[in-house]
C-alpha cells in the first residue's frame, strides 16, 4: 500500500511539473512575441497571429513618427520612451477590434478593417491621437506626429503588404502628405531624398473628413 501511495504521489507530481513547464513555456511565447516597453505585439508577435487575420483581407498600415529623434536627443532616452508607450496605448484605443505592432525604433504597424476608405479614416483618427501632446516630465511636454501608408492585403503575404504600406509611408513622409495609400505606380521602394517633415500636419486632417473620404474611395 505504501508502494502505491508513493507511486501515485509521484505520479502527481510528474504531471504538476509538466503543467508548470507549459505554463511557463506558454508564458515564454508570449513574451517572445510582445514588445517589453509597449505591451503590443512586436514583428514576431504579428507574424505568429498573421494566420487568423489574412482571412478577412485586412489593410495594412505603416506608421512612423516624425519628430521623435528630437526628443530623445533633447530629454533623454527615458522621454523616448514614455512617447513609445504612450502612443501604442493610444494607438489600440483607437483601432479597437484592430491589432497593433511595434516593428522597433519608432515604427508601429496597424492591422486595420477593410475596405479602405474605413481603414483610412481610422488610420486618419489614429494619427490625430498620436499628434496631442505627451507629458515627458514635470512641466515638459512633447508633439510627435506621424506619417502612414496603407496596403490592402489581397494576397494573403504579409512581408508583400508591410513592404507596400512601407513604401506608400516613406511616399507619405517625403512628400509631406502626411498618409498615403500604396499605388504601384508610385511607390516603386526608392529612397528619394526629401524633406520628411509634412507639411500638412495629420492633426489637421480630421478636419478635412470630406477631401478624406474622396481619396479614400
Known sequence: MKALVFVAGTAIGVTATIAMAGSRMAAMRRQACTDSLTGVANRAGL???????????????MLDLDGFKPVNDTYGHAAGDTVLATVAARLQARVAGGVVARLGGDEFALVLPGPMRRAYTLAVLAAAEVALSIEVAEDVAVTVTASIGLAPAVDGDLAQVLAAADAAMYRAKTSRSGIAVYDPRLDDHTSPLADPRPVVRVRDLPHRIDLIERVAR
Open 47 to 61: 507574424h505568429r497571429m498573421w494566420p487568423g487575420l489574412a482571412p478577412i483581407a485586412p489593410v495594412i498600415a
